[in-house]
């Protein structure tokens, strides 16, 4: 199989990203909301801020819900991103691995693949999530390949470079700035119909 080891911050959302919805957000009347209820605390305080203790922070009863989590992941991440990487993978059956550090988001690992299929993967793409996290991800994206020898070829999206040496022929370097665009895709095919082409080649010279 072909797999795609997927980061998210920084690849399936952006700088631009961020901006654009920041911007978004004041169109929504609950911001003003917000705005006003700050306001008011800060003249009833006697115009100082009031401080906030950790001690107080109360965790979402539905953090471990996979609705609550699939919701926080859309929020942060680019649907136009999703839909293109799905189509692509869809198309060619290229398969993902989450090597994020979102890829303990959800309670069991098994709810990747229903958020895949949720934004439109088909259901068998999703292979996996890397390892424990390590200081070098090329450490836990080798150590993923060498427990699953089926993988023939692999591709690395990552807008960190903290790869192997022998990894880098198959990192493809994503700005930060702009995220993943269809550009990288058209390069990950190249490189996964390479292999391909040059293993046709070798049958036909035997």
């Known amino acids: 199989m072909k797999v795609i080891f997927l980061d998210i911050d920084g690849v399936m959302n952006s700088n631009i990203f961020y901006h654009q919805r920041h911007k978004k957000r004041w169109l929504k009347p609950i911001t003003y909301y917000y705005i006003i209820k700050y306001k008011l605390r800060y003249v009833f305080n006697g115009f ?8 107080n922070y109360k965790t979402n009863p539905k953090h471990n819900e996979f609705d609550y989590t699939f919701k926080r992941l859309k929020e942060e991440t680019d649907k136009e991103k999703w839909s293109w990487l799905s189509s692509f993978c869809n198309e060619y059956d290229y398969k993902i691995c989450i090597s994020s550090v979102w890829k303990n988001h959800f309670k069991e690992t098994s709810e990747w693949n229903d958020a895949l299929i949720k934004l439109v993967f088909n259901y068998n793409i999703f292979v996996g999530i890397t390892g424990n996290r390590q200081i070098i991800i090329g450490y ?30 198959h990192f493809f370097h994503v700005d930060g700035y702009y995220g993943l665009t269809p550009n990288h895709l058209y390069r990950i095919n ?13 049958e036909n010279l035997c």
């Open 140 to 169: 836990e994206i080798q150590n993923w390949i060498d427990d699953n020898k089926d993988v023939e070829n692999f591709a690395i999206i990552d807008d960190d470079s903290d790869m192997l040496p022998e990894q880098m022929k």
């Open 190 to 202: 190249r490189h996964f119909e390479k292999l391909t082409n040059y293993s046709h080649l070798n």
């Open 48 to 55: 100082k801020n009031k401080g906030y203790s950790l001690s």
